[in-house]
């Protein structure tokens, strides 16, 4: 979709009005990464209508399902240019956004992007999302996580859930075999303090599409998140 049937599908699937330095800020940001992307790696995706279908309405697509104007913190583990965080940081500026990556020239760049659109309230953390896990200024500190092509779910969970407050939410935004990948997670999922509460099935223009929404049910037990690596080499099983 182009930029107009971006604006035009977002108003309509969330009842906003989207701001002229909204779009300005997404118009933006398109640009930044498209920059950025000759210097680092951030994205395969290069043109324009993709990038709006594939990066921001996906994105976004988080929105449809979830009131955002009442969340507010949401931490993104491993978002590389910002997806799926800060396209909904544009769209609901009161969020405070915490992003975790690993690549300390995606921070920086995060940084600039930051600066360039005039966001507020976004803290990017170079770390593992495992070291960040057991940081008690972060565990258990967030309503919202959220990953996005970071890993397979029984890695994710690991990763995300610890990081969750109880009655919070870690959404997992998958393409297809999310059926695949939660049969292969239930186990990590209740292990680790979480009830997958529904599997929200979808599409972007004619591609399948999933929100995995798993409730912080109860705290997750302290020797989780392992050490860094560990959740990677040898997932927690079936």
């Known amino acids: 979709m182009n930029k107009e049937q971006f604006y035009k599908k977002v108003e309509e699937k969330t009842n906003m009005i989207l701001s002229d330095i909204q779009k300005k800020q997404y118009e933006k940001y398109f640009e930044l990464v498209i920059e950025w992307n000759q210097k680092i790696n951030l994205t395969a995706i290069t043109e324009e209508e993709e990038f709006y279908t594939k990066h921001f309405y996906d994105s976004i697509s988080l929105s449809f399902y979830r009131d955002y104007s009442k969340v507010s913190n949401i ?56 070291e960040v896990g057991q940081d008690k200024n972060f565990r258990e500190g967030f309503e919202i996580v959220t990953a996005r092509a970071v ?12 990081l969750v407050k109880k009655g919070g939410y870690f959404l997992s935004l998958k393409a297809q075999k999310a059926e695949e990948e939660t049969n292969e997670a239930i186990n990590a999922i209740k292990l680790l303090g979480g009830k997958l509460e529904q599997d929200i099935e979808f599409d972007v223009e004619g591609e399948e599409r999933h929100i995995l929404e798993i409730r912080k049910a109860k705290e997750t037990p302290n020797k989780y998140p392992r050490k860094a690596g560990m959740p990677n080499k040898k997932p927690l099983k079936k």
Not at 153 to 159: D, F, K, M, P, T
């Open 75 to 130: 931490c993104d583990v491993g978002s590389g240019a910002g997806f799926p965080s800060i396209p909904l940081k544009v769209l609901y500026p009161h969020l405070e956004v915490t992003i975790v990556d690993s690549l300390n020239k995606r921070i920086k760049f995060l940084n600039l992007l930051q600066e360039e659109l005039g966001l507020t309230n976004c803290n990017f953390i170079h770390a593992r999302a495992e």
């Open 151 to 162: 890993a397979r779910l029984n890695v994710l969970v690991e990763l995300c859930l610890p």
